[in-house]
């Protein structure tokens, strides 16, 4: 046989294997690897210089086979999963209908979520004890930060509306632990200084896990506004963290709402009425979930001024740079959490303040602040055409004018986001430092610099400025800064726990790798000169 007859006697095959077995109608496509195989098995009669050209044929053909079967494989993937989430939310609905129409025979059925209500875990039953001498008392030993000290629990007078069916804190000891030795601690003396000689004598070794002393009992779930597939897991978390844990819940306003249009099973979610009850959430709250990307879990960040509970992000974006935990997986997730220990990323946010001219020690009220980010604070020029000029001070030392589109301070888990974008550095999220990033300069020798993380940064609009700048805090809340006023901006002294999947730096590599595809590069092929 001819070499274009075997070829086209191969593909006209192929094609009509192909059609059979399409990608579209998931036939098993084992059946077009096994025909592309019989036709290449087929014994041909040879013609010369043919058989290379053969084989080399046939390998492309079991490559078509086997790209044709992943993507169907892919396709019924997908499917199988879309259905199962639709099959997931109309059982869940069904319930929840059920659950309606019982109505209070419900509440008489032993062992069902009222009755758990009513209960030894009752949250009636639950009340907030006085805080004793022992407890006061450092418990934690020398080494670690037990939760009592930092997240002190208050009586319930201190919060009279959303929390006065609420239990008291759960508290957690939080350790620094390290491969190496198991009984290692956080080490302090990092430089020794014996005998006019500086050494280094210990690196401290900080990856910090968190144990709880009393078990978690109540979960806030932020999530991301307008997704449906956020909106049916959050109530799928929600009835199963209280009929499956007799976890209390807090949502926010909006998602209560959601969830009562849902069904009035969800009554027990509780909310808050306005901003002052929200800002005093973090004396309840033991666990923070999100569902959503990054964004949520600034915003998550921003709901806590003070002290922040453990936050577990639940990936529910597109990049997820912060957000480790599968979706999918949630229950299996959640069981681990709420057992613990858990492996921590201490997240070091930054603290704000816009300083008016005329009013620095003058008139206190006339500076606005503090306001606190977990990425960064960037000062631009807004819609100004002109040059952002920005004079920035490290303390009292003069560093540099920014001549250019603006400046970006960033922490180091903000160096991922848009300090990357604008040229910085990519920084392990647990180096302590601030990132000092100019957006767009007008020069050629502009470097980004990373700073030490006890500096106070004052990045000053100058008087003769030709227009404002514009600060803007994790990408929100712009103001503008006149000729003449500063923003003032150092290390704040709450961070963001955020909970690892395995632990911060695995979590972090795999985030760079996976999200931004860092350093990815075909591999140089095998064949090719060689040093000899
Ligand atoms: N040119 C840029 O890259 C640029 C411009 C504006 C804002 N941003 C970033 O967007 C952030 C606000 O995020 P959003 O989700 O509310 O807004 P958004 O919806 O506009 O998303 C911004 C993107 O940045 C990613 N991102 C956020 N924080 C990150 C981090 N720490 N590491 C890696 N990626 C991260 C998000 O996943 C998202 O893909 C800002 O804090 C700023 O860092 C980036
Ligand atoms: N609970 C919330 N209430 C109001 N706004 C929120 C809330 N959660 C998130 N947002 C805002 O919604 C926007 C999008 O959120 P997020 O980044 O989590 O989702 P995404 O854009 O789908 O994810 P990705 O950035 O990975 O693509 C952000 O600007 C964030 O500030």
């Given at each position: 046989m001819k070499r274009s007859n075997v070829n086209s006697t191969v593909q006209g095959n192929a094609h009509n294997i192909a059609q059979e077995n399409g990608v579209n109608d998931f036939l098993p496509l084992g059946n077009l690897e096994k025909a592309i195989k019989e036709i290449v098995d087929q014994p041909l009669p040879l013609v010369d210089g043919i058989e290379d050209q053969l084989v080399e044929f046939s390998e492309a053909m079991r490559t078509v086979g086997k790209v044709l079967r992943e993507a169907a494989e892919a396709k019924a993937a997908a499917?199988?999963?879309?259905?199962?989430?639709?099959?997931?939310?109309?059982?869940?609905?069904?319930?929840?209908?059920?659950?309606?129409?019982?109505?209070?025979?419900?509440?008489?059925?032993?062992?069902?979520?009222?009755?758990?209500?009513?209960?030894?875990?009752?949250?009636?039953?639950?009340?907030?004890?006085?805080?004793?001498?022992?407890k006061s008392q450092r418990c934690c030993g020398e080494n670690g930060i037990c939760s009592h000290e930092v997240l002190r629990d208050r009586g319930p007078d201190s919060y009279p509306n959303i929390h006065s069916k609420i239990t008291r804190k759960a508290s957690f000891k939080l350790k620094w632990c390290s491969k190496s030795k198991k009984d290692d601690q956080h080490k302090h003396d990092i430089v020794s200084f014996e005998k006019g000689n500086i050494t280094t004598a210990e690196r401290s070794s900080k990856q910090i896990s968190l144990k709880w002393e009393t078990p978690p009992q109540t979960v806030l779930i932020l999530t991301k506004p307008n997704s449906t597939s956020v909106k049916i897991l959050c109530a799928e978390m929600v009835s199963w963290l209280k009929e499956k844990r007799s976890m209390n819940i807090f949502v926010e306003p909006r998602v209560r709402n959601e969830l009562l249009e849902e069904s009035s099973y969800f009554n027990f979610a509780q909310s808050w009425i306005d901003d002052k009850e929200m800002w005093r959430l973090h004396e309840v709250v033991d666990l923070v979930v999100t569902l959503g990307g990054d964004g949520t879990v600034l915003w998550a960040a921003s709901k806590f001024k003070g002290p922040v509970p453990p936050i577990v992000p639940f990936s529910l974006?597109?990049?997820?740079?912060?957000?480790?935990?599968?979706?999918?997986?949630?229950?299996?997730?959640?069981?681990?959490?709420?057992?613990?220990?858990?492996?921590?990323?201490?997240?070091?946010?930054?603290?704000?303040?816009?300083?008016?001219?005329?009013?620095?020690?003058?008139?206190?009220?006339?500076?606005?602040?503090?306001?606190?980010?977990?990425?960064?604070?960037?000062?631009?020029?807004?819609?100004?055409?002109?040059?952002?000029?920005?004079?920035?001070?490290?303390?009292?030392?003069?560093?540099?004018?920014?001549?250019?589109?603006?400046?970006?301070?960033?922490?180091?888990s903000g160096s991922t986001a848009y300090s990357l974008a604008a040229g910085g550095s990519m920084v392990h999220p647990q180096v302590p430092g601030i990132l000092f990033t100019p957006i767009c300069p007008h020069s050629l020798s502009f470097r980004p610099l990373i700073l030490p993380e006890h500096v106070t940064l004052r990045i000053q609009v100058p008087l003769n400025s030709r227009g404002h700048a514009w600060a803007s805090f994790d990408g929100k809340d712009r103001k503008q800064?006149?000729?003449?006023?500063?923003?003032?901006?150092?290390?704040?002294?709450?961070?963001?726990?955020?909970?690892?999947?395995?632990?911060?730096?695995?979590?972090?590599?795999?985030?760079?790798?996976?999200?931004?595809?860092?350093?990815?590069?075909?591999?140089?092929?095998f064949d090719g000169p060689r040093e000899s």
């Amino acid at each position: 046989m001819k070499r274009s007859n075997v070829n086209s006697t191969v593909q006209g095959n192929a094609h009509n294997i192909a059609q059979e077995n399409g990608v579209n109608d998931f036939l098993p496509l084992g059946n077009l690897e096994k025909a592309i195989k019989e036709i290449v098995d087929q014994p041909l009669p040879l013609v010369d210089g043919i058989e290379d050209q053969l084989v080399e044929f046939s390998e492309a053909m079991r490559t078509v086979g086997k790209v044709l079967r992943e993507a169907a494989e892919a396709k019924a993937a997908a499917q199988a999963e879309a259905t199962e989430w639709k099959h997931k939310y109309e059982l869940e609905r069904e319930k929840n209908l059920q659950l309606e129409t019982k109505g209070p025979t419900f509440a008489e059925n032993p062992g069902n979520f009222e009755q758990k209500v009513g209960g030894s875990d009752s949250i009636e039953h639950l009340a907030i004890e006085p805080e004793t001498g022992e407890k006061s008392q450092r418990c934690c030993g020398e080494n670690g930060i037990c939760s009592h000290e930092v997240l002190r629990d208050r009586g319930p007078d201190s919060y009279p509306n959303i929390h006065s069916k609420i239990t008291r804190k759960a508290s957690f000891k939080l350790k620094w632990c390290s491969k190496s030795k198991k009984d290692d601690q956080h080490k302090h003396d990092i430089v020794s200084f014996e005998k006019g000689n500086i050494t280094t004598a210990e690196r401290s070794s900080k990856q910090i896990s968190l144990k709880w002393e009393t078990p978690p009992q109540t979960v806030l779930i932020l999530t991301k506004p307008n997704s449906t597939s956020v909106k049916i897991l959050c109530a799928e978390m929600v009835s199963w963290l209280k009929e499956k844990r007799s976890m209390n819940i807090f949502v926010e306003p909006r998602v209560r709402n959601e969830l009562l249009e849902e069904s009035s099973y969800f009554n027990f979610a509780q909310s808050w009425i306005d901003d002052k009850e929200m800002w005093r959430l973090h004396e309840v709250v033991d666990l923070v979930v999100t569902l959503g990307g990054d964004g949520t879990v600034l915003w998550a960040a921003s709901k806590f001024k003070g002290p922040v509970p453990p936050i577990v992000p639940f990936s529910l974006g597109s990049l997820g740079f912060m957000t480790p935990f599968y979706s999918e997986r949630y229950k299996e997730c959640l069981k681990s959490i709420l057992e613990g220990p858990i492996s921590i990323t201490l997240r070091h946010r930054l603290q704000c303040h816009v300083i008016r001219e005329g009013s620095e020690n003058e008139n206190e009220n006339e500076n606005e602040g503090p306001i606190l980010v977990l990425n960064e604070v960037t000062i631009d020029r807004g819609i100004s055409s002109f040059l952002t000029n920005l004079e920035c001070y490290s303390d009292n030392s003069f560093v540099t004018t920014v001549q250019g589109d603006g400046l970006i301070l960033s922490t180091t888990s903000g160096s991922t986001a848009y300090s990357l974008a604008a040229g910085g550095s990519m920084v392990h999220p647990q180096v302590p430092g601030i990132l000092f990033t100019p957006i767009c300069p007008h020069s050629l020798s502009f470097r980004p610099l990373i700073l030490p993380e006890h500096v106070t940064l004052r990045i000053q609009v100058p008087l003769n400025s030709r227009g404002h700048a514009w600060a803007s805090f994790d990408g929100k809340d712009r103001k503008q800064l006149a000729p003449g006023d500063a923003l003032v901006c150092s290390m704040a002294a709450w961070p963001v726990p955020t909970a690892c999947r395995g632990d911060s730096t695995s979590d972090f590599l795999h985030s760079i790798h996976d999200g931004l595809h860092w350093n990815l590069r075909r591999t140089q092929s095998f064949d090719g000169p060689r040093e000899s």
